[in-house]
């Protein structure tokens, strides 16, 4: 048996991963909320871990820190082509298994087998958009201040918190603006969350 946890932000869909992966036979499956924290130390050790893309928070935002120190490289995350961001983070930070959210159940059954013999398994429609999660388009000082500028904070927090001049940070965001191509901040910062980038 294969012993596998679900972790997913919403009751529902973790419910139905569970009964999904179930359905399989050789696969013993539990769930836990992300925020949650990572499982009791007396349980069983786990096979592999499934894991919704978007439980996967960006700097300063990882509330999976402890699902990945726990995991290591027994993870499958599921995403989208739509979300380079988040296919780049996951395989930077060692998930072997990638799994289009739009692909067949029973390709999920077959990335838990993959991934608990220790074997990479990525979706051939998420390809293209991994490569293109290599390019993310800003600086990570450009990154910050879009991500600061998305919780609400105006110029002068931003710059008191990152430590710059406020014209520092203007011109971070103009810079930032024009490398997404955005009309303004906002739309900025919703291509970037779009992406998955924060």
Not at 4 to 30: C, K, P, Y
Not at 76 to 101: C, E, M, N, S
Request: proline share 5%.
């Amino acid at each position: 048996m294969v012993r596998t946890v679900v972790v997913h932000d919403e009751e529902l869909m973790r419910s139905a991963l569970v009964q999904l992966l179930r359905s399989e036979g050789t696969l013993e499956v539990s769930s836990m909320s992300p925020g949650a924290g990572p499982p009791d130390q007396d349980a069983l050790p786990t096979d592999v871990w499934v894991m919704d893309g978007d439980c996967l928070r960006g700097p300063g935002q990882a509330h999976d820190e402890p699902f990945r120190s726990r995991c290591g490289d027994r993870l499958v995350v599921l995403t989208t082509a739509k979300r380079p961001g988040i296919l780049r983070r996951a395989f930077d930070g060692g998930a072997l298994g990638l799994v289009d959210k739009n692909a067949p159940a029973h390709r999920l059954i077959t990335a838990v087998h993959t991934v608990a013999k220790g074997q990479r398994f990525l979706d051939q429609t998420l390809t293209v958009a991994l490569l293109e999660g290599a390019e993310m388009p800003l600086t990570t000082r450009e990154l910050s201040v879009l991500s600061l500028a998305s919780q609400g904070a105006p110029m002068a927090e931003i710059a008191a918190r990152l430590h710059l001049s406020r014209g520092t940070v203007r011109n971070y965001m103009a810079t930032a603006i024009r490398k997404v191509g955005a009309r303004n901040r906002v739309d900025a910062i919703r291509i970037l969350q779009s992406a998955g980038w924060t």
